[in-house]
T-cell receptor, first 113, second 113 residues
Framework: SQQGEEDPQALSIQEGENATMNCSYK?????LQWYRQNSGRGLVHLIL?????REKHSGRLRVTLDTSKKSSSLLITASRAADTASYFC?????????????FGKGITLSVRP | KAGVTQTPRYLIKTRGQQVTLSCSPI?????VSWYQQTPGQGLQFLFE???????NKGNFPGRFSGRQFSNSRSEMNVSTLELGDSALYLC????????????FGSGTQLSVL
């Protein structure tokens, strides 16, 4: 079963606008990561936020984590056509020995030029 | 530094055949994880190897197996292929564990006819 679930499933915005994507998860985590995937290619790591962190920034990306609500959001500011891709959240479950990274089903982001 | 290399890029097989996929991790990375990606199920964890030992395994039948060599290169094998095995198989490497930042290859697109 999926640990993380992203929403919305699809998002279409105009270039220059901000894109906000959300991820909810079910069990306590050690960390939460966001990845991007261009069509038919491998995933690219964007950012990792640990359970004791609330917010992280990387360039035009801002990630927040609310462990009380078991949710995270990824904000891409001033979007570009090149940001068009699928975005996945992945969680590392807390406490499990040899736990694995579990991915959500992804959000398809389309940025219109 | 070279990225994660997966071969072959595309593969077409028929039901009942077996297939071996190869993954060369980033130099110095000791953990290799394998994921199956399909439109319906998203990314599903197959297994993780670390220093030639299987560290974790997902919920896949025994037809799916893997191994890791002393140089950290990894192979996965699927025997008695089924139509439902058609998928993008992704390999990812990381420095230590499979729960931190993963570096993905471009994947092997397997079609079973």
């Amino acid at each position: 079963s999926q640990q993380g679930e992203e929403d919305p499933q699809a998002l279409s915005i105009q270039e220059g606008e901000n894109a906000t994507m959300n991820c909810s998860y079910k069990t306590s985590i050690n960390n939460l990561q966001w990845y991007r995937q261009n069509s038919g290619r491998g995933l690219v790591h964007l950012i990792l936020i640990r359970s004791n962190e609330r917010e992280k920034h990387s360039g035009r990306l801002r990630v927040t984590l609310d462990t009380s609500k078991k949710s995270s959001s990824l904000l891409i500011t001033a979007s570009r056509a090149a940001d068009t891709a699928s975005y996945f959240c992945a969680t590392d479950k807390e406490g499990g020995a040899n736990s694995k990274l579990t991915f959500g089903k992804g959000i398809t982001l389309s940025v219109r030029p | 530094k070279a990225g994660v290399t997966q071969t072959p890029r595309y593969l077409i097989k028929t039901r009942g055949q077996q297939v071996t996929l190869s993954c060369s991790p980033i130099s110095g990375h000791r953990s290799v994880s394998w994921y199956q990606q399909t439109p319906g199920q998203g990314l599903q964890f197959l297994f993780e190897y670390f220093s030639e030992t299987q560290r974790n395994k997902g919920n896949f039948p025994g037809r799916f197996s893997g191994r890791q060599f002393s140089n950290s290169r990894s192979e996965m094998n699927v025997s008695t292929l089924e139509l439902g095995d058609s998928a993008l198989y992704l390999c990812a490497s990381s420095l230590l564990t499979g729960n931190e930042k993963l570096f993905f290859g471009s994947g092997t697109q397997l079609s079973v006819l």
